[in-house]
């Protein structure tokens, strides 16, 4: 876990210790330790379903056969867990050894496109400063 400020809000980036499937048991505590609503967390996984590079960020809905979201949703009561689902491109076709091909990786390219940007604080910054809908009204286009 490390903290983080991005417009000038405190964030804090964890990654659990757990493993992916038993995500639940870290983010709960988490959670409760903090006293944070659910609609301030904000969950970052993989999505095979998705063309590479591509994003979706929703508000709330089923893990969507995800296992680690699924224990997320369990341990923290509710639904209603903003998400970003981003692909993993390890697992993409024609990357099978974990290489991007360069036009992948170029400036504006499918990886450039995913989580970050060539924004300040990228996808997750809007999703920090102006809110779920804002971030998905910005991001959710095809």
Same mark, same amino acid.
């Given at each position: 876990?490390?903290?983080?400020?991005?417009?000038?809000? *405190?964030?804090?980036?964890?990654?659990?210790?757990?493993?992916? &499937?038993?995500?639940?048991?870290?983010?709960?505590?988490?959670?409760?330790?903090? *006293?944070?609503?659910?609609?301030?967390?904000?969950?970052?996984?993989?999505?095979?379903?998705?063309?590479?590079?591509?994003?979706?960020?929703?508000?709330?809905?089923?893990?969507?056969?995800? *296992?680690?979201?699924?224990?997320?949703?369990?341990?923290?009561?509710?639904?209603?867990?903003?998400?970003?689902?981003?692909?993993? =491109?390890?697992?993409?076709?024609?990357?099978?050894?974990?290489?991007?091909?360069?036009?992948?990786?170029?400036?504006?390219? &499918?990886?450039?496109?995913?989580?970050?940007?060539?924004?300040?604080?990228?996808?997750?910054?809007? =999703?920090?400063?102006?809110?779920?809908?804002?971030?998905?009204?910005?991001?959710?286009?095809?």
């Amino acid at each position: 876990m490390t903290e983080i400020r991005l417009g000038g809000a *405190k964030v804090l980036l964890v990654r659990p210790l757990t493993y992916m &499937n038993l995500s639940g048991q870290a983010i709960g505590p988490l959670l409760a330790f903090y *006293k944070l609503p659910v609609a301030d967390l904000l969950v970052v996984c993989d999505d095979l379903s998705l063309p590479l590079g591509r994003l979706r960020l929703r508000a709330s809905g089923s893990s969507g056969g995800q *296992k680690g979201l699924q224990d997320i949703i369990r341990a923290a009561g509710v639904a209603d867990v903003p998400r970003l689902r981003i692909r993993n =491109w390890r697992n993409a076709p024609g990357v099978g050894d974990g290489r991007l091909r360069p036009e992948q990786v170029r400036p504006g390219g &499918n990886a450039d496109r995913g989580i970050g940007g060539r924004q300040r604080g990228g996808r997750c910054g809007v =999703w920090v400063t102006a809110g779920i809908a804002a971030a998905m009204n910005q991001f959710n286009r095809a």
